[in-house]
């Protein structure tokens, strides 16, 4: 999961150009990054004139182990041809030699990979045979050496179709070289995206890092190949070769959406933006809603399926549905719903949950979901992203770009959907409406400065703690899944969320004296059982955290969430959200970028 990003314009700063969409893409992973710039040669003033093909002198690399940060490129030499990397490593230690761009054994090709080459060591093997010298451990060299073994036939860009065709895998590169002002791009399973601009074009990742210089892209689908000049952008499918025709999408997202502002960290930023969000939903949504419940209502058979945070979005949404519209949703988590395919079939309805939308364990099940013709609805954040295409039916969150690794809005956001999809499959959605307006107010609360203090004390007790326990019954599990994975994935502290009826099966035995153990004990059938279980842990000495419409005497502390009815597991998450927060930034960790993830986990 990585970041790429590439520019050729008339922009005489490409490798700080490059350094900056790299900036932007850095929450796709950050242990180590590069810059190459195609040097200009200053004697030739063709190189400004747009003309294909001029030549250039040679390919100047700059790649550290660790975070940009502060890290600059201006003691690289100025280029208005460059691209880059910052990385998530999978083959290969965090090194300056395994950072990307990588060379070819002449230095004039060069190479950034986001994905995984499965059959390296086959091709490594029989480049050694043809004396080609690696330097780094990575998957990713071995494709500048293929290209560069195809060049000895073929021009270039048919060189690295050739290449891109050996590598197995899921793969996404730019390759450059020095001779040629033109980027090629290829995707398969890793997105990438084109930027057009007057005179200059951008290759990226994903949209966010293109806002600051076009909201016009085109998303490359799987098998595209891209030759990217200055003023021209040809596309042809990587495998035949064949013309494919270049269309334009105007972004829906403005930069202003994808900075912090004043906010010291994106994650508090997303935070704060939840309310909104949640009222575009119940104000702009509800047709695309209704037209959903309708496809639902005429399914035989619908699955929810997600990963990590969308994971358990999805378990609520089978709470949700079951509880407002009295119907059964077949709940998966993304990497294991390929085992159950069997039962799919074309009356089957699959609703994919995805922030990112190219998540590949998603990407991968709704593909297989569609071989079997199943109907698939995206529930997603990202326009034209790979789930957004792939989609018969889909639905934006509307949460704006989310940056932090730890998603926040696009939960909420999603749950609000789900809680007005429920409501609308039992013909009830001014109801849903008002639920979920409920929520908003409950959020506000939740917000003022004396909630937040309240939270924050709470974080300062808890700082040193090892381990959390969070419990929950019905709609309350879902959420103490993703209270504890927000604890887990920030602050470090060990969180383990639960069923509180699973207690006294066997995660009781681990609660001692002054244990934390958070409880949700919202105002609903689970009240009562809920509080049973926090008096379990009482007994064994555990300290209490009783999140709740109100005190009790069982709670040590008591952090108040008013009632929004079904609803009210968006306040609560919210309070999970940043109690995490708080945990975090009271260690000086930096919550936007934890350690060892990535925003979209687009390999297997
Ligand atoms: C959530 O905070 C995590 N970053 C992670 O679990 C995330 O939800 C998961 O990777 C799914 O991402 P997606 O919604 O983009 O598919």
Redesign the pocket.
């Known amino acids: 999961m990585c970041g790429i990003f590439g520019y050729v314009g008339p922009k005489q700063n490409a490798a700080e150009l490059v350094l900056e969409g790299l900036k932007k893409l850095e929450y796709r992973g950050y242990d180590s990054w590069g810059v190459g710039v195609v040097e200009d040669d200053p004697t030739s003033s063709l190189v400004n004139s747009g003309l294909r093909g001029v030549t250039a002198k040679g390919i100047a690399v700059k790649k550290r182990a660790g975070k940009i940060g502060d890290a600059t490129v201006n003691d690289m030499p100025k280029s208005s041809f460059a691209f880059g990397h910052t990385r998530w490593a999978t083959h290969g230690g965090v090194t300056d030699i395994n950072a990307h761009p990588h060379l070819d054994c002449t230095g004039t090709v060069s190479v950034v990979h986001n994905g995984i080459v499965e059959n390296f060591e086959e091709l490594k093997e029989e480049l050694a045979k043809a004396h080609h010298r690696f330097v780094s451990e990575t998957d990713t060299e071995i494709i500048a050496h293929l290209i560069e073994e195809y060049l000895k036939k073929y021009p270039f860009e048919e060189a690295v179709r050739k290449t891109f065709n050996r590598c197995t895998g899921l793969n996404a590169i730019i390759a450059i070289h020095s001779a040629k002002r033109v980027m090629v791009a290829v995707r398969n399973g890793s997105p990438l995206v084109l930027g057009f601009g007057k005179n200059e074009n951008f290759v990226a990742s994903d949209a966010s890092a293109l806002l600051s210089h076009t909201r016009e892209v085109q998303f490359l689908e799987d098998g595209d190949m891209a030759v990217v000049g200055d003023t021209h952008v040809e596309l042809t499918n990587v495998a035949t070769g064949k013309k494919r025709e270049v269309k334009k999408l105007t972004l829906n997202w403005t930069m202003k959406q994808a900075e912090k502002g004043a906010y010291p960290f994106f994650m508090l930023k997303e935070i704060y933006e939840q309310q909104a969000v949640i009222k575009g939903i119940s104000h702009t949504s509800i047709k695309q809603i209704e037209h959903l419940a309708n496809v639902i209502k005429k399914s035989y058979g619908t699955y929810m399926v ?6 358990y979005v999805s378990l609520a949404g089978s709470y949700l549905f079951s509880k407002i519209a009295k119907r059964h949703v077949n709940y998966a988590i ?1 990497s294991e719903f390929g085992y159950h395919l069997d039962f799919l079939t074309p009356k089957s309805t699959v609703i994919a ?7 590949m ?2 990407l991968e099940s709704v593909k297989k979901a569609k071989e079997k013709g199943a109907t698939i609805v995206a529930i ?2 990202v326009l034209g992203s790979t ?1 957004y295409r792939i989609a018969d039916e889909k639905i934006l969150i509307g949460a704006g770009p989310e940056i ?5 809005k ?2 909420t956001g999603k749950l609000a959907i789900l809680v007005l999809l429920s409501y609308a499959l039992s013909g009830k959605t001014k109801e849903g409406i008002r639920v979920v307006t409920l929520a908003t107010e409950s959020m506000s609360k939740l917000l003022e400065k004396d909630s937040i203090r309240r939270i924050e004390s709470l974080a300062k007790k808890l700082l040193k703690k090892e381990h959390v326990y969070v419990i929950g019954r019905g709609l309350s599990y879902p959420a103490s899944l993703e209270t504890a ?2 604890i887990k ?1 920030i602050s470090y502290i060990h969180a383990e969320g639960m069923a509180a009826g699973e207690l006294k099966h066997g995660p009781l035995a681990l609660v001692e004296k002054g244990t934390p153990c958070i409880a949700f004990l919202p105002d609903d059938e689970t009240y009562g059982a809920n509080l049973a279980g926090a008096m379990e842990m009482k007994a064994r000495g555990g300290y209490v955290i009783g999140i709740s419409h109100k005190n009790h005497e069982v709670f040590d502390y008591h952090l108040p969430v008013s009632d929004a009815r079904e609803a009210t597991i968006i306040p609560n998450i919210v309070t999970g959200q940043l109690l995490s927060y708080y945990l975090a930034t009271l260690k000086g960790l930096d919550p936007d970028k934890p350690r060892n ?5 687009t390999v297997k």
Do not use: F, H, P
């Not at 949950?353 to 998540?359: F, N, W």
């Open positions: 997600g990963c990590g945070s969308a994971s993304g949950l995805s922030q990112s939308g190219e998540t364990d998603i997603t954040n789930l932090a690794v730890a998603s926040t696009a939960v994975i927000k994935e993830l990535a925003k979209s986990v």
